[in-house]
Nanobody
Framework: VQLQASGGGLVQAGGSLKLSCAISGRTTGSTAVAWFRQAPGGDREFVAAIRWASRTTSYSDSAKGRFTISRNYAENAVELQMTSLRPEDTAVYYC??????????????????WGQGTQVTVSS
């Protein structure tokens, strides 16, 4: 599985951005695609995930109510629509693919395929 992330940029607090993760290669019914982020000096943290086949989703507490993860069937991609952005959302965002069980969609250790990061900067 190959992943290509895009869509990052600079936005003011309260604004919106949409990230896209184009996916190529073989996926299965258990494949999940997730977004993680990493701020300078911080650990890579879970943001949101979606099961490729069932479209079951999972969100971090920080993302709930502000971010939406979805599949784009036409472009074979997973998108992350981010609204009400805050300065603390500033990070490099990575998309990843793996086959975690439903209860572990947020476990970074279970994702084995990673795209390059895309920078999201939210100014105050």
């Amino acid at each position: 599985v190959q992943l290509q992330a895009s869509g990052g940029g600079l936005v003011q607090a309260g604004g919106s951005l949409k990230l896209s993760c184009a996916i190529s290669g073989r996926t299965t019914g258990s494949t999940a695609v997730a977004w993680f982020r990493q701020a300078p000096g911080g650990d890579r943290e879970f943001v949101a995930a979606i099961r490729w086949a069932s479209r079951t989703t999972s969100y971090s507490d920080s993302a709930k109510g502000r971010f939406t993860i979805s599949r784009n069937y036409a472009e074979n991609a997973v998108e992350l629509q981010m609204t009400s952005l805050r300065p603390e959302d500033t990070a490099v965002y990575y998309c990843a693919a793996g086959s975690p069980i439903l209860s572990a969609l947020g476990d970074v250790r279970l994702y084995h395929y990673w795209g390059q990061g895309t920078q999201v900067t939210v100014s105050s």
